[in-house]
């Protein structure tokens, strides 16, 4: 058998199943995201935490995936790696970065464990996105569209584990629980990353990243005007959605949340 007779032959033959492991695999390693913003009433509880505090466990993700994203980009590491194994490296430094919390004392290791997480998973999404446009060319929206309901899946299982541990009165702590299940589906993603053996056939060659090309892109105002829509959701996404599962009406662990009530006058 030829060589590129033996690369056909490789896991995966088919765009299909190559899509339905990326999403999978990407599902379980997001799943790491709202570990903590799911469970934030036990562990204020827990460590006594201030509302500051409480809150870098939820920014301390998004800044940490900004800052792995930059470097990734900034260095060339998105390019020199194959898309595949920078996704199987990011969802299992994701799930030893989300274990730490178990090890966790109080906030600053908390949030520290937070900020791993975050930088670990811009390895994941964004290289599962770029894979994902090796298989598919004429569907390749529909493609990408997979892509990002795996991404809102995963960032929602969280939360499904601390209501189901809840209602079933699981032992031990629900943080603890969520965390446990979340670095578990973490590694398994990782692992089904690693079945990946070859790119798709409709990959581009690695582009140097170029500082200058990127200053330019951001004078150009469909360009900006694209970012600013994409920040809004993002403000939805991993913002607004971190506090909507907490201060939902419902059985533990989500209490309601409480404003303070105006006096009337008298």
């Known amino acids: 058998m030829t060589a590129d007779g033996a690369a056909r032959a490789a896991f995966p033959r088919y765009p299909a199943t190559a899509l339905a492991v990326l999403a999978a695999a990407t599902a379980l390693a997001m799943g790491t995201w709202f570990s903590a913003a799911a469970v934030v009433p036990q562990l204020a509880a827990a460590w006594d935490l201030s509302p500051t505090a409480s809150a870098l466990l939820t920014v301390g993700v ?31 430094a994701a799930a030893l970065a989300n274990a730490g919390l178990l090890l966790a004392a109080g906030p600053a290791a908390a949030v520290a464990s937070r900020l791993l997480t975050g930088a670990a998973l811009a390895l994941v999404y964004p290289s599962a996105l770029k894979e ?7 569907s390749r929206g529909v493609a990408l569209g997979a892509m990002v309901a795996a991404l809102t899946l995963g960032t929602a299982l969280p939360h499904a ?3 189901a541990g809840a209602s079933t009165g699981a032992s031990g702590p629900p943080w603890r629980l969520v965390v446990v299940v979340t670095s578990a589906g973490a590694l398994l993603g990782a692992g089904l990353a690693l079945l990946l053996r070859r790119s798709g056939p409709h ?4 582009a140097a990243f170029d500082r200058r090309a990127a200053l330019d892109a951001l004078r150009r105002r469909p360009v900006v005007l694209a970012v ?3 920040v809004g959701h993002m403000w939805e996404l991993y913002a607004m959605w971190a506090w909507t599962g907490p201060c939902s009406p419902g059985p533990p ?10 006096r009337s006058p008298r």
Request: charged share 15%; glycine share 12%.
């Open 203 to 206: 990959g581009r060659s690695p």
């Open 161 to 163: 584990v601390a209501a």
């Open 228 to 230: 600013l829509g994409y």
């Open 253 to 262: 662990p989500w209490p309601r949340c409480r404003t303070p009530r105006r």
């Open 62 to 92: 998004q800044l940490g995936f900004v800052v792995g994203a930059l470097v990734s980009a900034g260095t060339g590491l998105a390019d020199a790696v194959p898309a595949r194994r920078l996704l199987a490296v990011g969802a299992a």
């Open 132 to 138: 994902t446009t090796t298989w598919s060319r004429r």
